[in-house]
């Protein structure tokens, strides 16, 4: 096994690149070598902070010792590009056809063009989002909430309406409403394709009702447009795959490769009953690595007037939520203290706030590749941008040169780096009585290379001279410390993770001579340039790497922020042993919803849901005649 810490666990290079120094520009990482430079995290500290850091170093040393144990899932890694060849980094891919079943798919692609099959499909899909599967974070598990019944309505609806699936396919339920379909292969020797989607959708604000032009689980299709919630997220997903093998069964077609289909219960609350027990499912039935490949929601197509640029997530961000609860003593308003257990919080929340993590571009990750696929491309990027873009595959200075220039957006400089932010706030009981505790809990986002352990190093470093500061006694992630530069403290400070959630990055799913990332994206580019709603055979399309930013409800990839919404931290993160080919993609464009999704008006255009169709159709067609998977 792999350590996600990744580097050497040399501690002093870990404590020097812990924080950056304040206005000092880092050497920049371009991972040309196996090392790279950074700042002394003892650069903040002035004068006798210096000796007193020197102090606490033997905690510090403690604690990053105590937090690299943890074992780790092995990443994939990227070779390393340096080259002015563009191609090199954005590999044009060609159209993958199926051939044995050539025949199949042209009478398919007839039938998903009538009238018929365009209404009886959002009809589907309408009918499905008219059940309220809302997911609620409080609901206690499958048969101690009656929240959870109506996902019996929702088993109901599919089995009545995909009668082939229900005669045909294999199905198992997990923790009562978890749905796993099995389709047998003809050939053992093929690893099964696993596509992936979640039946629940998040809960509809009352009050927000009267706002919807349509009832939020109506269903409707106007002519245009099928509203409601879920729509989007993520009922397209569940539907789309089961029509498409619905009318695969009906045509006869039988498969080579085994086919799991696995549909989640509580994604939007994080999969704590859903994703857990289909991953332990799948484990036990089929093994660790035992999927050729993984396709879940998330990325999303780009159109422009000259071009498609489709975004198949490969990486995801990790996530870490640290509380930092202060304890001091209390008494009446009338005589307090220099500073009280909020004034600590406050001054604690401003020093991690004056210290972020210093976001990079590396030239072996998806972003950069994503970018580099971009410039060739998007007619709208001003050529000063493209030629920078292009510079940087080879060019350390152009490479910093366009860092300075992203990072003025701060999409970008969360795509490339740790992202934190203070969301929760929490002191006080009464206007004359200290308050004798306060929290606060600031949410981190870590970038694919970075780890749950180096945000915490980090998080220690800065907020030791604001405990000295304030003579407090600490507790940082379990390693406990009695200050020592008084007999007598002012408080203790406690570090601690908020939830219990944390969360590494996602194993990289590798791009680059990836026969599984080559047959997604020649898929892509056939079920796009044989489209209807396109009507181009000729228009350019590239598929690029995408990255999912974790939980914030954004997905992007380009350079100037044209990016689409979509979903993290989905179920995936379960399914990390299953294979080493997840891909996060929905291939539904951001100006194929109407609002967006998890918000009022949510809707789908009707004619975006019969082209995912027709990609879940071809994928498994194409997949099932691969040799290579």
């Known amino acids: 096994m792999t350590s996600k810490v990744g580097y050497n666990i040399d501690l002093e290079k870990r404590l020097q690149g812990s924080v950056p120094k304040k206005g000092h520009t880092q050497a920049h990482p371009t991972l040309l070598s196996s090392t790279s430079s950074s700042d002394d995290p003892r650069d903040v500290l002035q004068g006798e902070d210096r000796a007193w850091f020197s102090h606490w170093k033997p905690f510090l040393a403690g604690l990053l010792l105590s937090l690299v144990v943890v074992q780790q899932f092995p990443r994939s ?28 798919l042209k009478q398919l692609e007839i039938s998903y ?12 899909l309408g009918g499905a989002v008219k059940i309220p599967t809302e997911m609620f974070d409080d609901m206690k598990v499958p048969g101690q909430d009656p929240r959870w019944d109506v996902f019996n309505q929702l088993h109901g609806y599919i089995d009545s309406h995909f009668i082939q699936v229900y005669r045909e396919l294999r199905k198992t339920t997990i923790n009562t409403y978890g749905l796993v379909y099995h389709w047998q292969g003809s050939n053992p020797d093929l690893k099964p394709l696993l ?9 509809v604000e009352p009050l927000t009702v009267d706002t919807w032009l349509y009832p939020p689980f109506s269903g409707t299709w ?97 996530h870490f939520d640290l509380r930092m609860s202060i304890s001091t003593p209390g008494g009446h308003s009338s005589v307090p203290p220099e500073h009280t257990s909020i004034g600590i919080l406050a001054a604690l929340i401003a020093e991690l706030e004056a210290n972020p993590f210093t976001p990079h571009l590396y030239r072996n990750e998806p972003y950069f590749t994503a970018l580099q696929c971009q410039a060739l491309v998007d007619p709208e990027m001003d050529d000063e941008l493209r030629d920078l873009i ?52 600031v949410n981190h986002r870590i970038a694919g290379h970075s780890s749950v352990s180096t945000v915490k190093t980090h998080i220690a470093a800065v907020l030791l001279p604001i405990v000295k500061k304030f003579n407090l006694s600490l507790d940082a992630f379990g390693e406990s410390l009695n200050g020592e530069l008084s007999q007598k403290t002012s408080g203790h400070l406690k570090l601690s993770d ?4 944390a969360l590494e990055p996602a194993p990289v799913t590798p791009w680059l001579k990836n026969p599984a990332y080559d047959l997604l994206a020649g898929t892509i580019l056939n079920v796009v340039k044989t489209s209807a709603r396109w009507n181009n055979p000729d228009i350019p399309v590239i598929v690029a790497p995408g990255t999912m930013t974790g939980n914030t409800g954004e997905f992007a990839y380009t350079a ?17 042993n299953l294979t080493q080919n997840i891909f996060r993609y929905g291939h539904v464009s951001r100006f194929d919803k109407y609002n967006g999704a998890h918000t009022v008006n949510e809707a789908i255009l009707a004619d975006a849901f019969i082209d995912l169709i027709r990609f879940f159709t071809i994928v498994i067609l194409n997949a099932d005649e691969s040799k290579i998977l």
């Open 77 to 104: 890694e990227q070779p390393v590009i340096c080259s002015p060849n563009a191609s090199s980094v954005c590999p044009a891919a060609s159209p993958i056809a199926p051939s044995v079943h050539a025949d199949l």
């Open 113 to 124: 063009a009538t009238e018929g099959f365009k209404i009886n499909s959002f009809a589907l």
């Open 195 to 203: 596509l992936t989607a979640h039946q629940d959708v998040v809960p």
């Open 222 to 318: 106007d002519g245009k447009w099928i509203w409601g919630r879920g729509s989007c997220d993520d009922k397209p997903g569940l539907i789309g795959s089961l029509t498409a093998i619905e009318k695969l069964l009906e045509k006869g077609f039988k498969p080579q490769r085994t086919i799991v289909l696995a549909f989640g219960i509580d994604e939007e609350r994080g999969g704590i009953v859903g994703g857990t027990g289909i991953r332990d499912y799948l484990l036990s039935a089929y093994g660790p690595n035992a999927f050729a490949l993984l396709i879940d929601e998330g990325g999303t197509l780009e159109a422009h007037s000259d071009g498609v640029i489709a975004t198949p997530a490969v990486a995801e961000k990790g």
């Open 390 to 441: 292009g510079k940087a595959r080879y060019s350390d200075k152009a490479l910093a040169d366009l860092e300075e220039r992203l990072f003025r957006n701060p999409l970008s400089r969360a795509l490339a780096g740790t992202t934190q932010a203070t969301d929760i706030v929490h002191g006080g009981v009464k206007t004359n009585a200290l308050p004798e505790n306060a929290f606060a809990i």
């Open 498 to 501: 908020a939830w219990g959630t």
């Open 560 to 576: 100037q922020c044209k990016c689409g919404r979509q979903y993290s931290f989905s179920d995936t993160r379960y399914y990390w």
